[in-house]
């Protein structure tokens, strides 16, 4: 019996569908059980790192499995990113990163990924102030510190958590606006920064306010002003930069959610979906308030596009500060 041309191709359209049955239930029946991989490429006690547990420890219930931080720091980083990248996308592997994420290519020029097209921007998390702060009674506000600074601006280094980072970002944005010369000194991770501003061995720092919000209570660091363009809840009688006298100095610090390029859209959006649930619980949002963090979502296509414009401001600041990886 002979087929003809079209019963030909119907057969054939019979077979594709037929192997793509799999994949298509695979997606459907995703995570199925199996362990989620969550990278954070910045040390444990990170800003990034506090909010990805947070987000981590409700996730694995919302998806019926488990979530896993892994923290691979370094580069500023990029090493974890890299490796994200190159991870099947089956949505098994995922980043938790900061806003320094878009300003890595413009100081890695030989990045093994495209930050755009390499990765699909799956939510933010959270914004999160940056605080400046600085060894208890070296400053006495941000106007003596720019005084200082300028007084002798040989004299003078600021920490960040790496090149490119969001709290290195932060600093100069700030450094910018006030006109400052000063000392870069990048460490391996937020930290490694604070413990060197305790010290007093380096004079201020733009530290996540997840992170030094407990040395702040303490008396080990000392508060002069929050980063953000509003002050923070959690420490009401600090002043924004702005209000300590250095207009356009604001900076949006945020932690967002990644997930390989190609990964299939039905597992991108649930990931949307439950996220954006989590970080509307009332408990969730209180324990955020408590770390002077805000709920920061939006949906999967609207993130893509804040990304695309936070890089080209990203690129601006870099340039204007002639941000170079030492």
């Not at 087929?3 to 997606?27: D, E, K, M, N, W």
């Not at 910018?176 to 201020?204: I, K, N």
């Not at 407990?214 to 002003?225: C, E, Q, S, T, V």
């Not at 209180?286 to 709920?295: I, N, S, T, V, W």
């Amino acid at each position: 019996m002979t087929t003809s041309f079209f019963g030909r191709r119907q057969l054939l359209a019979a077979a594709i569908a037929l192997c793509a049955f799999p994949a298509v239930q695979a997606q459907g029946d995703w995570p199925r059980g199996q362990t989620i991989r969550m990278v954070v490429p910045f040390t444990a006690g990170s800003g990034t790192d506090i909010v990805a547990r947070l987000v981590a420890e409700r996730l694995g219930p919302a998806l019926g499995t488990s979530v896993i931080i892994d923290n691979k720091p370094g580069a500023g980083g990029t090493l974890g990113a890299a490796q994200v990248a190159k991870a099947a996308p089956d949505g098994y592997t995922l980043l938790v990163h900061s806003a320094g994420h878009l300003v890595n290519p413009s100081i890695y020029p030989g990045l093994s990924y495209d930050t755009l097209k390499d990765f699909a921007g799956v939510t933010p998390l959270a914004s999160l102030p940056n605080v400046l702060v600085a060894p208890p009674g070296r400053f006495a506000d941000v106007k003596d510190l720019v005084a200082q600074a300028k007084a002798k601006p040989a004299g003078f280094n600021y920490a960040s958590a790496g090149n490119g980072s969001a709290t290195h970002m932060n600093a100069e944005v700030f450094r910018l606006a006030a006109g400052l010369q000063a000392q870069h000194v990048p460490f391996r991770g937020t930290p490694e920064a604070m413990t060197e501003v305790m010290g007093g061995r380096v004079d201020w720092f733009f530290a996540p306010m997840v992170s030094a919000l407990p040395l702040i209570k303490d008396g080990r660091l000392k508060a002069l002003a929050v980063g953000t363009g509003k002050r923070s809840s959690v420490m009401p009688q600090v002043p924004t930069t702005v209000e300590a006298g250095v207009p356009g100095s604001e900076y949006l610090f945020w932690v967002g959610l990644f997930a390989p390029a190609k990964t299939p859209r039905p597992v991108v959006d649930r990931l949307q979906a439950e996220v954006a649930k989590i970080m509307a619980a009332p408990d969730l949002k209180e324990r955020l308030d408590k770390l002077g963090a805000e709920p920061f979502t939006m949906p999967s296509a609207d993130f893509d596009r804040f990304l695309a414009d936070q890089t080209a401001k990203a690129q601006q600041v870099v340039k204007a500060a002639g941000i170079k990886v030492d």
